[in-house]
């Protein structure tokens, strides 16, 4: 789940993206609240008018916090709507230690790997050489959104499911990042799962 608003570009409007997925969409407005749905599934809201409810301070992708869930749970209720956010405000950017690193079955520049983030395990097909196993990284779960405005989707790659992503300096928009590309390797002063982005 990620919040987006940009009063300059768009207007008081709070973006809630539920799911990220490819329109055509369907679109059901009541009062100041639009939920758009795909095939009957509930992937997003608009919510007008935002700053009469609360105060989002930022022009973009915006953090969430329990007091914004809350804001916006009570206007989708307010507006007759009965889906139920998913509080989960749990970091997207974590630590993580790779535990193996195998060969992609369908492709040579590909490898497999799983990696530990603290409470799972999570298999990420890795396309870059610098990567092996023993090593510390910053995994991009599921949810998470690059400062390029990407999210992070589960995906296959070549068939094989892959469920976060790897991350590199330039990727996480770190200061004197390098050019050449490859992964950013941590320290031992990490701990796995921590939040790497507070």
């Known amino acids: ?14 973006l809630l ?15 100041d609240v639009v939920e758009i749905t795909k095939d009957g599934e509930v992937v997003g809201y608009n919510i007008f008018n935002i700053g009469e409810k609360i105060n989002l301070n930022g022009n973009g992708y915006i953090k969430l916090t329990s007091e914004i869930i809350d804001t916006l749970q009570q206007a989708i209720s307010s507006a007759g709507f ?7 405000l749990s970091p997207k950017f974590v630590v993580g230690y790779v535990e193996t690193k ?17 409470n799972e395990t999570l298999q990420i097909v890795c396309g870059v050489p610098n990567v092996e196993a023993g090593q510390k990284v910053v995994v991009a779960k599921v949810g998470a959104v690059m400062p390029s405005g990407m999210v ?18 330039r990727e996480l928009n770190l200061p004197n990042a390098p050019q050449e590309k490859g992964i950013m390797v941590l320290n031992d ?10």
Do not use: W
Not at 83 to 88: H, I, K, V
């Open 189 to 198: 002063n990490y701990d796995i799962g921590q939040a790497f982005f507070e």
């Open 17 to 31: 993206q539920i799911e990220p997925t490819d329109g055509p969409f369907d679109y059901n407005k009541r009062s």
């Open 82 to 88: 009965k889906y139920q956010l998913d509080t989960d």
């Open 102 to 118: 195998d060969e992609h079955p369908d492709a040579d520049k590909l490898s497999v790997l799983y990696v530990n983030v603290g």
């Open 1 to 14: 789940m990620n919040l987006f608003y940009n009063p300059n570009g768009v207007g008081d409007v709070a």
């Open 152 to 169: 992070i989707k589960d995906a296959q790659l070549r068939g094989v499911d892959s469920n976060g992503m790897i991350c590199s300096m």
